[in-house]
């Protein structure tokens, strides 16, 4: 095997993956070192995609059970097999990661099995094995965070990695943080019949969205059965013989109280992966949250050093990642990419998805722009009625001198497939008016786009 590479990337992630993919396709000879057994990191193996096989899956079970009856299908009460259920969501991985795999032999891309260490600059160390590289990328990824006093053993007191593996459904299940992946993952095993009790510290979940899409999402979590207690730490988890015993206290301090639980979710957010890379001795600069520090260029402050995606500064998003890892792998070639960080979307998967991109009310009040809003109910959407997935709203938010586009907030069924289009529309800086005169399919959810942007200036057809 040859070792000297135009390209060494560390980590296989999204970022990582797309990044020597894009490198391999511009002619450079790349490496990728990977120390997991499959490729696909985090998101493919034990983050993204097994959860949203799970969220569908369960989704069409609790829908089997409480609204098949009201479209006149009538069927027995849907009884669960979770082994094969998470054997769905193993096919989905495997899928998944062998499809990486393949590109990766398509592509002449060298998979290096192992941990990589960056023993100099342009040199990587893997086992016994040296890689020299003109140029390296840092694409580890993040990690759970841990809560400090709660030992996570993966059985009943977990990280998203076990609650993707539970043998049973839970009784009672807490949450601690009402962040995405609780949310996500709670509403998993809510759905399969748990009672989820999420424990968040600030007065509001999913903090950073819009404050409007947070107050109507957590009503409607609430009417399925979720329980908040919010501007609330967990201070202790109790193993007994029967359970956990999860201690519990106001943030600001006050009365604690003790909550009974079968398995305890621990969802407080990730931390960059950095560890053992030798960035110490590679002179490589890292700030107080242990994160890679990048300029613009994505370049560290070791010439031919970079990284990307979740061990830098900035949202922690699988394809936030890819948009770098693409954008370094073309600047490395000698072409034009950049990241516009302004229009990067954000998702959640429950039911119904929450997604966003741009500015919030919040964030716009804070940096005084002056701006209209435009909002659109699904209550008034011919398909939304139709399929009586009315649940929730478009928000569009528009400079009020300039009418450009700064911000879009969606809550609903497929939220996460239109807010593409929002996406679009902002990249190409087009204003509302620019969406109100675009021609939507009848009937489709993705109206309320239109109508939500007809909203902002002027009257939609609808209301």
């Known amino acids: 095997m040859a070792d000297a590479f135009d390209l060494v990337v560390i980590g296989a992630g999204p970022g990582g993956y797309e990044c020597a993919i894009k490198a391999a396709q511009l002619g450079l000879k790349v490496a990728c070192v990977e120390k997991r057994d499959r490729l696909g990191g985090t998101c493919l193996n034990i983050g ?192 007994q013989k029967s359970g956990l015993k999860v201690s519990v206290e106001p943030a600001k301090g006050g009365e604690a109280e003790v909550l009974d639980a079968d398995v305890v979710l621990v969802a407080i957010g990730r931390v960059a992966y950095t560890e053992g890379l030798g960035l110490d001795k590679a002179g490589v600069a890292t700030d107080k949250r242990v994160r890679v520090e990048v300029d613009k260029n994505l370049k560290t402050n070791v010439d031919g050093i970079y990284a990307i995606g979740d061990c830098i500064a900035g949202p922690m998003l699988a394809h936030k990642a890819m948009e770098e890892g693409v954008a370094l792998a073309e600047r490395l070639a000698g072409h034009y990419g950049a990241v516009n960080y302004d229009v990067i979307p954000g998702v959640v998967y429950t039911s119904p998805e929450v997604a966003s991109v741009g500015k919030t009310e919040e964030q716009l009040k804070e940096a005084g722009i002056e701006y209209n809003v435009g909002k659109f109910p699904f209550t008034a959407n011919g398909r939304a009625k139709a399929n009586k997935t009315t649940e929730g709203f478009v928000k569009i938010l528009a400079d009020k001198k300039t009418d450009r586009v700064l911000g879009v907030h969606i809550i609903g069924v497929n939220g996460g497939e239109m807010i593409a289009e929002a996406v679009i529309a902002m990249e190409l800086s087009a204003s509302s008016e620019d969406i109100a005169r675009i021609c939507f399919a009848h009937p489709t959810m993705s109206e309320a786009v239109k109508e939500a942007a007809l909203a902002v200036t002027g009257v939609p057809i609808h209301m």
């Open 48 to 239: 993204c995609i097994p959860s949203k096989a799970l969220l569908h899956a369960s989704e069409l079970f609790h829908e089997a059970g409480t609204s098949f009856a009201d479209m006149g299908i009538e069927v027995s009460k849907p009884k669960l097999n979770l082994k094969q259920m998470l054997a769905f969501k193993d096919e989905a991985i495997d899928g998944n990661t062998k499809g990486i795999e393949f590109l990766f032999k398509k592509n002449k891309i060298e998979w290096v099995k192992g941990e990589g260490v960056i023993a100099a600059p342009g040199k990587v160390k893997v086992g016994d094995r040296i890689l020299e590289a003109k140029n390296i990328v840092i694409a580890t990824g993040s990690d759970v965070a841990k809560l400090p006093g709660v030992e996570i053993d993966e059985k009943t007191v977990v990280s998203s990695t076990g609650a993707l593996e539970l043998g049973k459904v839970p009784g009672k299940l807490v949450v601690v943080g009402g962040g995405v992946i609780g949310l996500e993952l709670g509403s998993v095993w809510r759905r399969l019949g748990a009672e989820v009790t999420v424990v968040e510290f600030l007065d509001n979940i999913l903090p950073g969205m819009d404050g409007e899409v947070v107050k109507n999402f957590t009503r409607t979590l609430k009417k399925q059965g979720f329980t908040f207690k919010l501007g609330t730490k967990v201070t202790k988890v109790e193993k």
